[in-house]
Nanobody
Framework: QVQLVESGGGLVQAGGSLRLSCAAS????????MGWFRQAPGKEREFVAA????????YYEDSVRGRFTISRDNAKNTVYLEMNSLKPEDTAVYYC?????????????????WGQGTQVTVSS
């Protein structure tokens, strides 16, 4: 089992940047595919980005591609989400998630462990 703790959320003006971190417990972090999801008030949780176990392949939702970057440091058991050119529509609670199997997935149902979430608010 792995426990995930997100940090780095906050209030930022449109056009600004934030870096989210997700620290994982345990010794098997490198065996998990990692993903970031977000949920805005009144909306379904949606995929944002994912990264394979080695960090060599990344995947993005269309609206964030080119603005967000997912990365991981397996030595530090941490996955990051660098968010640039933020827009008010990026406002949401951001969650990191871990998936046991090898293949990367964009559907939240495939992920086995979740963090508690961190709030990101982008003002216009």
């Amino acid at each position: 089992q792995v426990q995930l703790v997100e940090s780095g959320g906050g209030l930022v003006q449109a056009g600004g940047s934030l870096r989210l971190s997700c620290a994982a417990s345990g010794r098997t972090f490198s065996t998990y595919v990692m993903g970031w999801f977000r949920q805005a008030p009144g909306k379904e949780r949606e995929f944002v980005a994912a990264i394979n176990r080695s960090g060599g392949n990344t995947y993005y939702e269309d609206s964030v591609r080119g603005r967000f970057t997912i990365s991981r440091d397996n030595a530090k058991n941490t996955v990051y989400l660098e968010m640039n050119s933020l827009k008010p529509e990026d406002t949401a609670v951001y969650y990191c998630a871990a998936k046991r199997a090898i293949t990367v997935a964009t559907a939240s149902a495939w992920y086995d462990y979740w963090g508690q979430g961190t709030q990101v608010t982008v003002s216009s």
